[in-house]
């Protein structure tokens, strides 16, 4: 089994930064996506980033483009999303998720273990 720890969520004023980090940990660690994704209050559960682990290509939002970054260390097994420019609309619970199937990268479906979220909140 595979837990995903995560930490670095706050409030934070428009135009701030959160670096959110996400912590793998289990007998077994290959994933094949390692992502992010959020929930508004109200709202579907949607793509934000993924690194896709073996080839360290990335994914990325549209509405996120140029803002956020997700990076990872693979020694750690850790991923992060640095989040700068926050805007209001970015407010949600942010989740970490990994994948291990040649699904897609943005499809909640496709992945199999979720951290537990943690809240970010923009203010204007």
């Known amino acids: 089994q595979v837990q995903l720890v995560e930490s670095g969520g706050g409030l934070v004023q428009a135009g701030g930064s959160l670096r959110l980090s996400c912590a793998a940990s289990?007998?077994?660690?290959?994933?094949?996506?390692m992502g992010w994704f959020r929930q508004a209050p109200g709202r579907e559960r949607e793509f934000v980033a993924a690194n896709r682990w073996s080839a360290g290509i990335t994914y990325y939002a549209a509405s996120v483009k140029g803002r956020f970054t997700i990076s990872r260390d693979n020694a750690k097994n850790t991923v992060y999303l640095q989040m700068n420019s926050l805007k209001p609309e970015d407010t949600a619970v942010y989740y970490c998720?990994?994948?291990?199937?040649?699904?897609?990268?943005?499809?909640?479906?496709?992945?199999?273990?979720w951290g537990q979220g943690t809240q970010v909140t923009v203010s204007s």
């Open positions: 998720a990994t994948g291990y199937y040649t699904g897609s990268y943005d499809r909640p479906g496709d992945y199999t273990y």
């Open positions: 289990g007998r077994t660690f290959s994933p094949y996506f």
